[in-house]
């Protein structure tokens, strides 16, 4: 069974930073990852992605520049640096692994394509 354990949410200061972690387990750690939020009301939508060797990633518009995304096979582990954070940043931030293709090359935007998902973690960002 696979488990994705999301943390390193919490409360910051507009312009402060965050670094966000995923740990993977039940399974080798060899498929594309993609971070996703959601704030209240609004519908999930795609934050970062990353494939399986870390080559090829893939931000939304609103992050770029912003935010990195990472990972550590080693650990099996997703990472979110989140640095110059805005209030429109708050949000419940998921972590979720796509099962489509081991050691691929694709990092896929839309969350059909993701089958595993954490339970999340809270960011929330004052002004």
């Known amino acids: 069974q696979v488990q994705l354990v999301e943390s390193g949410g919490g409360l910051v200061q507009a312009g402060g930073s965050l670094r966000l972690s995923c740990a993977v387990s039940?399974?080798?750690?060899?498929?594309?990852m993609g971070w996703f939020r959601q704030a209240p009301g609004k519908e999930r939508e795609f934050v970062a992605g990353?494939?399986?060797?870390?080559?090829?990633?893939v931000y939304a518009d609103s992050v770029k520049g912003r935010f990195t995304i990472s990972r550590d096979n080693a650990k099996n582990t997703l990472y979110l640096h989140m640095n110059s954070l805005k209030p429109e940043d708050t949000a419940r931030y998921y972590c979720?692994?796509?099962?489509?293709?081991?050691?691929?090359?694709?990092?896929?935007?839309?969350?059909?394509?993701?089958?595993?998902w954490g339970q999340g973690t809270q960011v929330t960002v004052s002004s």
């Open positions: 979720a692994e796509d099962r489509s293709r081991r050691l691929g090359v694709v990092v896929y935007t839309s969350t059909g394509a993701y089958d595993y």
């Open positions: 990353i494939n399986w060797s870390g080559g090829n990633t």
């Open positions: 039940g399974r080798t750690f060899s498929y594309a």
